[in-house]
């Protein structure tokens, strides 16, 4: 019995440390200069949103093709959250919402760089 009692404790305490591995990873990461999300994917910002202000302006058919980087928790340093005007939560970086573009098929591409000159890749 007392055996067993120490097998469940050990597996209780690998898997609360394979969550806190998880929880600390970082769902942006920096390739070739740029913040990239889920998959490679290049993340942008929108000039319109005010840094800062806990806010994007970017709601409707514009979140429809400028995909928000939904995120619950942030992964700290300049990673906050912000609530949009749905409810839903998104990453921001250094006061920016963050967004995907549809118009990027694979990772690498940078395709929304400049549209309508509001839109920048954004940058560590």
Known sequence: MKKLVSMAAALIA???????????ESPVKTVDGVLVGAGGMTLYTFDRDTTG???SVCNGACATN???LAASTAPGGNYTIITRDDGKTQLAY???P????IKDTKPGDKTGEGVNQVWRTARP
């Open 14 to 24: 690998i898997a609360g440390m394979a969550g806190c591995a998880s929880m600390s």
């Open 53 to 55: 202000s806990g806010k």
């Open 66 to 68: 400028w995909p928000p």
């Open 94 to 96: 250094k006061g920016k």
């Open 98 to 101: 963050l967004y995907y573009w």
